[in-house]
């Protein structure tokens, strides 16, 4: 994986984190660590949000082992330039996606009972069960964490595109943790400046990954070099 690759993805969670407090504020802002002295609220946070990590890492790891089995077949710059095509049809015809994607009735099922399962651990103080919420919570459907998903099967390996959706989860935790720290300072008005940036970023990693299809020479199958001694 090039060192690229982990800044792009870094830079897709600091862009899209005020997305993420849209749809997992809440979440953060209902833990009871709130309720706590500043220490306790701090490592709630904290291990709440790397648990939320950590689920996009292992979603990242499952996602890798296709881009695996691509790379070994010598598919991985189609790979990436498709990556990257689905990322610019995504910027520019949002609509289209949602008109025609309509989830499985198995997948609805499995969502509904993970979000029974963390109003249950909501309801704990424990501090243990605050990174299997922020787990369970990096699993939910998110338009921005399948983007991020898309890109990091570029990556070419499982371990690779692992560490690309980590690195995209530690670039939400400024805003996620500023949420529970700030709650009140970061208004829609705020939220709604900054992410007008996201259309812009996802448009740039849809570009680069495009690029690096075409333009970067990948690795093939088999082609290392052998030496022959004579």
């Keep these: 994986m090039t ?3 982990p800044l792009l993805a870094l830079t897709m969670g600091l862009v899209s984190s ?4 849209g749809m997992c ?4 802002l209902a833990m009871p660590v709130h309720k706590g002295n ?3 609220q701090a490592a709630g946070l904290l291990i709440y949000n790397m648990g939320r990590a950590g689920g996009y890492a292992l979603l990242g790891m499952l996602v890798g082992s296709i881009g695996a089995s691509l790379a070994w077949l010598g598919l991985l ?8 095509m689905v990322m610019l049809f995504y910027v520019f015809w949002p609509g289209s996606l949602n008109r025609h994607f309509h989830p499985p009735v198995f997948w609805v099922k499995m969502i509904s009972n993970l979000k029974r399962k963390m109003a249950l651990l909501l309801q704990s103080r424990r501090l243990d069960r605050s990174i299997l919420l922020g787990f369970l ?3 939910l459907p998110c338009g921005m964490v399948y983007m991020a998903l898309i890109s990091s099967v570029a990556t070419g390996s499982v371990a690779g595109s692992g560490i690309y959706m980590l690195f995209f989860g530690l670039g939400t935790f400024p805003a996620m ?3 529970g720290f700030a709650r009140q300072k970061i208004t829609p008005a705020i ?3 900054i992410s007008h940036l996201t259309p812009f970023l996802l448009a740039l990693a849809g570009v680069l990954l495009v690029a690096r299809g075409i333009l970067v020479e990948l690795p093939q199958p088999g082609s290392a070099t052998v030496t022959v001694c004579k």
């Design 77 to 84: 710059q189609y790979l990436s330039v498709a990556a990257g």
């Design 191 to 193: 939220r709604s400046r």
């Design 38 to 40: 500043f220490l306790r």
């Design 3 to 5: 060192t690229a690759l």
């Design 18 to 21: 005020l997305h993420c407090i």
């Design 25 to 28: 504020g809440p979440i953060a």
């Design 137 to 139: 919570n990096g699993l």
């Design 177 to 179: 943790l500023a949420v």
